[in-house]
């Protein structure tokens, strides 16, 4: 878009536009992984992948919606349930649950969130987490799916995706991958949309958004109901992966929640490109010092801690500060010119902040 002469409208640069085109030959190396890479390496790149999505569903509800949330393990859980619900005893094949799943992982965020957003900071955070202890104690009184032990995948129904076992672990790793560019495309798309401008004018000054008439809960409500089903879509995958699954481990804080947190801060909360730096240096660090029992834990606090105190808008925040390149491009930069030729100087309104 350009305006008069003296000046260009644009939302990207060459730098973005570049990047994009390098991230889309990343993107195609990845999906053609299974003819190079092991069952080991693709069972971990699958593992990424989800962690990758459940970072930016939980970076668009606090970083945008300033919705922070301490019980997203709920969603993880139910879509993990439903998953095991509808293959074993409905009879539904996998690939066709996955979309049951998405439907009925946004209807039942609307009752939570017309429950929850009743309540506001901190007691928000401390309702999620209450929910989410409610859906385990639930579960695990499900004896038809394991009650507190839990339950595995039977073998016909694990068979129903691919006859072969590297046909599975294939299967599973695009599934992966999918929902990956799926959250995030969609991510994008709703951020550059008149709604994810109102939402962006939320986070920044609630009362000011009202005032300018910008319907508060329902943009919330919006939000809170489509991450709900993304995320339970999330769970699924996760647990058609794991092949078993148990209350403990379907709502568990520390791996669905507690992680991802870590990931969206130390990459670069209220931005798209944050979780994908943070899930990046989350697995080099869990596989680097895994085997190093709690000292993995301590060493993450440490570099939680470090980044907070030294880059406060994560890892990607300093990156673009001093670079001033973006990957997902959310609001206009404005290009003055002298003379008839482009000046370097430049006026940005960033809808980040």
């Not at 939680?304 to 390149?325: C, E, R």
């Amino acid at each position: 878009m350009t305006g008069p002469a003296s000046h260009q409208i644009e939302r990207s640069t060459l730098a973005t536009r570049l990047g994009l085109l390098a991230g889309a030959a990343v993107l195609l190396a990845l999906a053609l992984a299974p003819a190079y890479l092991g069952r080991a390496d693709l069972r971990l790149l699958g593992e990424i992948f989800l962690y990758l999505s459940l970072a930016s569903l939980w970076n668009l509800l606090a970083g945008y919606a300033g919705l922070v949330s301490v019980g997203q393990q709920a969603f993880v859980g139910i879509g993990g349930y439903l998953l095991f619900a509808l293959t074993i005893f409905g009879g539904v094949h996998p690939l066709i649950a996955l979309l049951i799943i998405f439907v009925a992982g946004g209807l039942v965020s609307m009752p939570i969130a017309a429950l929850i957003f009743r309540l506001r900071g901190a007691y928000f955070a401390i309702g999620t987490w209450v929910v989410a202890e409610v859906c385990r104690l639930g579960f695990a009184q499900l004896g038809a799916l394991g009650g507190g032990s839990g339950i595995s995948l039977p073998v016909k129904v694990v068979k129903s995706i691919a006859s072969s076992r590297a046909g599975r672990e294939a299967a599973s790793y695009w599934l992966a991958l999918g929902v990956a560019v799926l959250v995030i495309a969609i991510a994008w798309l709703f951020l550059r949309s008149r709604r994810g401008l109102a939402l962006t004018a939320i986070r920044d000054n609630e009362l000011a958004a009202a005032s300018l008439g910008i319907d508060i809960w329902r943009t919330k409500f919006v939000v809170y109901s489509m991450v709900g089903a993304l995320t339970t879509l999330v769970g699924a995958l996760i647990f058609l992966q794991k092949l078993r699954i148990s209350p403990d481990a379907a709502f568990s804080v520390n791996d669905w929640t507690a992680f991802v947190i870590f990931i969206v801060v130390i990459g670069g909360i209220g931005t798209l490109e944050g979780p994908i730096i943070g899930t990046i240096v989350f697995f080099l660090l869990r596989e680097t010092l895994a085997d190093l029992g709690t000292i993995y834990l301590i060493v993450l606090g440490i570099v939680a801690t470090i980044v907070m105190l030294f880059a406060p808008k994560g890892l990607w925040g300093a990156i673009k500060h001093f670079t001033g390149f973006q990957l997902f491009p959310l609001g206009y930069r404005v290009r003055l010119a002298k003379g008839g030729k482009q000046d370097s100087a430049s006026m940005k309104r960033d809808a980040e902040g």
